[in-house]
């Protein structure tokens, strides 16, 4: 089973089979089994290697690339809308994932806090204990206090 193609800035078109026939052997006039260059019809060896095929499939690409980045923002307000208007909770979840996902934070990770051994308030009281003391224990030695 085949996975779907995402198309994405990296690769923003699928490589496609080649369109040339074959002219020689038994299988003439079949068409060509190997993949195209990313944006091009044909495989090196029917000519993706010269300069005018390379760059229109450069162009081809960029062409690709513009149309997914002109659509994103289109995306992310349908995202926003199914999350919050969405007929279920898991067309909301699933919404608000893409979203999470889009803006780089990535799902599995998991933040566990670290353990409190004390309340805020009972380490705040232990540290004026500490530093009453300490400047007690100054006075009693005539010592001059630092801060």
Partial sequence: MTR?????????LRAVQCRAPLKNG???????????IV?????????AQLP????????AVEGARLRLLLATEDAVVVLETLMDEGQNEAVRLRAAVEI???AGIRGGVEI?????HESPAEELQ???????????EARDRELPINE
């Fill in 26 to 36: 038994d299988e003439a006039g079949r068409r060509c089994k190997k993949k195209a």
């Fill in 4 to 12: 779907p193609f995402k198309p994405s800035l990296a690769v923003p």
């Fill in 112 to 116: 566990r806090p670290l353990p409190v």
């Fill in 126 to 136: 232990q540290r004026l204990a500490t530093l009453s003391r300490r400047m007690s």
């Fill in 39 to 47: 944006g091009g019809l044909v495989c090196r060896s029917h000519g």
């Fill in 100 to 102: 999470l996902d889009r």
């Fill in 52 to 59: 005018a095929v390379q760059q229109a499939a450069a162009r």
